[in-house]
């Protein structure tokens, strides 16, 4: 990014020069720098560009449109983009007393990049770079789960639907599901091989009929350094709680997950809390960088 800015700078000076050899009025340098201020963190110009091409993928199929109004009911893919940076505390709470995962995150949703500060320490953080998993804590032992995996999960339990605009994602419309006595629309996520971490994973996600907001996700587990290759957890069906506004986006202030059972929720499994929710804006080049010290992955 440093480089991008650099080069468009530099731009800007050569036009300068030509226009004062040619004029010799007063350069408006100003203006070019103000430009690129207002398109933000992520130029606006790229931001329109994806959702476009997001818009055109997503609407060659019936799932893809179910996926599409969606996202435009949670508050729309440009504006999800547009917000920058989102910011906050992800409490996940097995109700059977196993490891607790609790969290202040920053995630940078351009990039799929987060930071993570355990809410117990402050100085206990961990995250994901785009390409390098890291982990900063006075004991190694101090985080009693594995980060790395946890990096962006969060996001993904979260942050339905905006977060399958990409490529490399396949979606397959189901039957119609009855859920708390309203219609459901549901589309089957699956990926192609090598995207992500854990490519054999898949995602049922429900939208009411009306509304189109999402209502529930039904998911499985299968990171491969925990389950052999085809293997991976039963299904689990996870409730998505209040939905708030937060910048003009729709997200869940609270999830809850259970077993699967007849594709609505069994047994209860886990509380997980969403708070302090909000989106930084712009923040510095280096934020999402492995710190000094740190180790890595």
């Not at 050569?14 to 070019?32: A, H, W, Y």
């Amino acid at each position: 990014m440093r480089h991008f800015f650099k080069f468009v700078f530099g731009i800007a000076l050569f036009l300068v020069f030509i226009s004062c050899k040619e004029k010799q009025n007063t350069p408006k340098i100003e203006t070019v720098v103000e430009t690129t201020q207002e398109e933000g963190y992520i130029p606006k110009s790229w931001i329109t560009n994806r959702v476009k091409k997001a818009e055109e993928r997503l609407k060659t199929t019936e799932a893809g449109q179910v996926i599409w109004k969606g996202m435009e009911a949670h508050g729309g893919l440009q504006t999800w983009y547009e917000n920058g940076p989102l910011a906050l505390r992800f409490n996940y709470q097995p109700l059977d007393g196993s490891t607790q995962r609790d969290s202040y995150q920053v995630i940078d949703t351009w990039r799929n990049r987060a930071v993570h500060t355990s809410a117990a320490d402050s100085t206990a953080t961990y995250g994901w770079t785009g390409k390098t998993a890291w982990v900063k804590a006075k004991d190694s032992t101090f985080f009693k789960y594995d980060t790395k995996f946890w990096a962006l999960t969060p996001l993904y339990l979260m942050g339905f639907p905006f977060v399958l605009d990409g490529e490399g994602v396949n979606l397959e419309l189901l039957p119609n599901n009855n859920y708390k006595g309203k219609e459901n629309h549901v589309v089957k996520v699956t990926f192609e091989p090598d995207t992500g971490d854990a490519p054999d994973d898949y995602y049922i996600l429900q939208f009411d009929v009306d509304s189109h907001l999402l209502t529930a996700t039904r998911y499985i587990v299968s990171y491969p350094e925990y389950f052999k290759k085809g293997e991976h957890l039963p299904e689990k069906f996870m409730e998505v709680g209040e939905l708030v506004s937060i910048d003009r986006i729709l997200l869940p202030n609270g999830l809850k997950t259970h077993w699967t059972k007849d594709n609505q929720p069994g047994e209860y499994l886990t509380k997980i809390d969403i708070t302090d929710i909000h989106f930084k804006g712009q923040l510095d080049e280096n934020f999402f960088a492995m710190p000094e010290g740190a180790k890595k992955l």
